[in-house]
């Protein structure tokens, strides 16, 4: 396999569409289609370490309970239970972003980050987008007062039960990393946060 070049098909704020040509394992000449958050998709430029956005784990020490999100996806189309995230922006660490998305999405205040996944892709299937998953001790009153009108969010504080009740409901739409987030804290509690 080897990637040969990459053509813009579309362009918007936060994305781009490529058609990427390469050639297969038996040399024909094959093209493939992805989005990308970058000018120049990851498969060219080689650049696979830096996270394109960070996904907060919350836990909040105080309450004991795992901060979840509740929020309107558009993709979606309906609502989706997952966690607190936002892209990085250029020079930002994956803990400042970690730290700037938590208080603009739930308003609560970051403590500390326990340890953070590198760089993971997405869904390599049609994105190179990749992200980081922050597990994070946080404090404070959940608020949505600082949500973009583009978001609608509501704040979640569960403990392991309630997180298991959640995962059982069917008819609950889940991002697949908070829906395996949340089930590791169920059967885990904080140790699974911190790395123990």
Known sequence: MKILNATILAKVKYATLFAISYLDRKGNAK?????????????????????DAAIIVPYHRNMDKLVVI??????????LYGFPAGLLD?????????????REETGLDLVRVYRHSP??????GITDE???MVFA?????PTARHNADSEEIEICLMDRQEIRALLNRTEIVFSA????????????GKAYLIGD
């Open 31 to 51: 093209r493939w289609h992805l989005v990308s958050r970058g000018d120049q998709p990851k498969c060219i430029t080689g650049e696979r370490r830096r996270p």
């Open 70 to 79: 509740k929020e309107f996806r558009i993709p979606v189309g309906d609502y």
């Open 90 to 102: 250029p020079n930002e660490t994956v803990a400042k972003a970690a730290g700037r998305e938590l």
């Open 119 to 124: 760089a993971l892709f997405s869904s390599a």
């Open 130 to 132: 990749t992200i980081a």
């Open 137 to 141: 001790e946080v404090e404070g009153t």
């Open 177 to 188: 990393r908070a829906w395996l987030a949340m089930d590791a804290f169920a059967q885990q």
